[in-house]
């Protein structure tokens, strides 16, 4: 049972068919295109757009704009110790600003970096600073009929293989992202977050936490590995973190906010050079590029986060709405993991070859025949990597109901029962970059 309810509502609307079919056509069948006005149920992404509590919006009242020292600072400062157990907190305007930040202050041209998947902007970061970004994903990560609890786990076996490659001197990063994000939000165990830091304390390296779902994380270790079950949602989630030297985070995904984010480190010496940093892209430290009400809202959303039931009814939505689809014959990566369901296109639409970007055709066809809006997470996105024609439905938090997800389910449903009707697309105009084509190209139907 849900323990909470609605207080505040925003009116949405389901555009007649003709309506989508027209605009799917002006969007160049690009969902990035759409206007938000023009969806109905929207999966993009679960990226800030969840739902602030009642005490979140109170705390944005309390917010201190001091440019310096605010209160609000302090209050987040505290939050961040007692959830997550860091001392030094410096405050970014979202999730890349915290990599920039701390990538920025470790990193140096000729490095390589190792991580069980690196999620884009962190990937970004790491080539910004003229370092490698090499993945490390256990066997089975991509895989959607490999089984396995924590298919999000980093592969030490591989990562010491590249450091017999490179040597450890050039690997003075090693990142661990939970839920593993990039491989369809399946979470990473505690014996993994253990080994891992063992693995970079033994080469030497720093070891961070991309800690952007730490909570979702912090309950399948709960939910999932012997010896967890009787510890506190809480405990599990500081304990995970524990192990690592600097997290960077996201406030838009468990941070329970729509914008915002930090790094937090322990060493008072890298603190120092990462507020330099802060200094020159962000902010002055005690703020960071966010308002001081929004760092009293990240302040409330966090311990929020950790707080049962929330990230189990999280968590048993985005599950639900795998089963859901999964009864409506739609194929896709089970188990779920925690913040989005992911549908295998390529075996929807076997008709389509990866070129012709099934998964792109999913996206459009769960618009125009439900006002669905999806993303595209294979060839399209893509182009250069040899990746399954995924599209991702990332639920928000908070957000929506059990009825929004019967009606996604179904539209994806009676795109399945017409899967043969369906032919590929072709790219009309694409941007100059190619690995950033999916947010702005233009395509049409063959
Ligand atoms: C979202 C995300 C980021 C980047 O955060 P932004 O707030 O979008 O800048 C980094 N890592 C992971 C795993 C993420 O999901």
């Not at 600003?97 to 962190?122: C, K, M, P, R």
């Not at 838009?252 to 802060?278: S, T």
């Not at 009400?293 to 929020?304: H, P």
Request: proline share 5%; net charge negative; hydrophobic share 40%.
């Amino acid at each position: 049972m849900r323990s909470y309810k609605a207080k505040m509502v925003e009116p949405i609307r389901l555009p007649s068919r003709e309506e989508r079919s027209r605009n799917l056509a002006a969007a160049g069948y690009n969902a990035f295109n759409l206007d938000a006005a023009e969806v109905y149920v929207d999966l993009l992404t679960d990226s800030g757009t969840g739902t602030m509590s009642d005490a979140q919006w109170a705390a944005l009242v309390r917010g201190d704009e001091a440019y310096a020292g605010s209160k609000s600072f302090h209050r987040l400062a505290a939050a961040v110790d007692d959830v997550m157990g860091f001392e030094h907190v410096i405050p970014t305007h979202q999730g890349r600003g915290a990599e920039n930040v701390l990538y920025g202050s470790l990193l140096e041209e000729g490095d390589v970096v190792l991580n069980n998947t690196h999620f884009d902007t962190t990937r970004a970061h790491v080539v910004n600073q003229g370092a490698a970004a090499v993945d490390c994903p256990v066997e089975g990560a991509w895989d959607r009929s490999a089984e396995g609890d924590f298919l999000g786990n980093f592969s030490v076996e591989r990562a010491r293989g590249v450091v017999d490659e490179v040597g450890a001197e050039r690997v003075p990063v090693v990142v661990l992202t939970i839920t593993n994000n990039s491989a369809a939000g399946q979470p990473v165990s505690m014996a993994n977050v253990r080994a891992t830091a063992e693995f970079a304390e033994e080469i030497d390296a720093a070891f961070v936490i991309d800690a952007c779902r730490f909570a979702e994380n912090a309950h399948f270790i709960r939910e999932r590995e012997s010896g967890f079950e009787d510890r506190t949602l809480a405990a599990v989630a500081r304990e995970q973190l524990s192990y690592a030297d600097a997290v960077t985070m996201s406030g838009k995904k468990d941070g329970l906010v729509n914008i915002g984010g930090f790094a937090a480190v322990r060493d008072p010496d890298l603190a120092e050079l990462a507020k330099q940093r802060a200094i020159l892209y962000e902010g002055f430290p005690t703020y960071g590029g966010m308002a001081g009400r929004d760092l009293e809202a990240l302040a409330v959303g966090l311990r929020e986060a950790v707080e049962p039931p929330y990230v189990a009814e999280r968590v048993e939505q985005v599950a639900t709405l795998g089963e859901l689809l999964s009864e409506a014959d739609v194929p896709v990566v089970a188990p779920t993991g925690g913040h989005a369901v992911y549908v295998d296109a390529g075996d929807l639409f076997p008709g389509i070859p990866p070129e012709e970007f099934p998964g792109q055709r999913l996206v459009c066809e769960l618009y125009r025949e439900g006002g669905v809006r999806t993303v595209e997470l294979g060839s399209f996105a893509f182009p250069d990597a040899d990746r399954p024609d995924y599209v991702r439905l990332a639920l928000p938090r908070r957000t929506y109901w059990r009825e929004h997800l019967e009606h996604v389910a179904g539209t994806a449903a009676t795109v399945r029962e017409r899967a043969d009707e369906y032919a590929g697309l072709e790219i009309v105009s694409e941007p100059p970059m190619k690995e950033l084509r999916h947010f702005t190209a233009e395509l049409r139907p063959l």
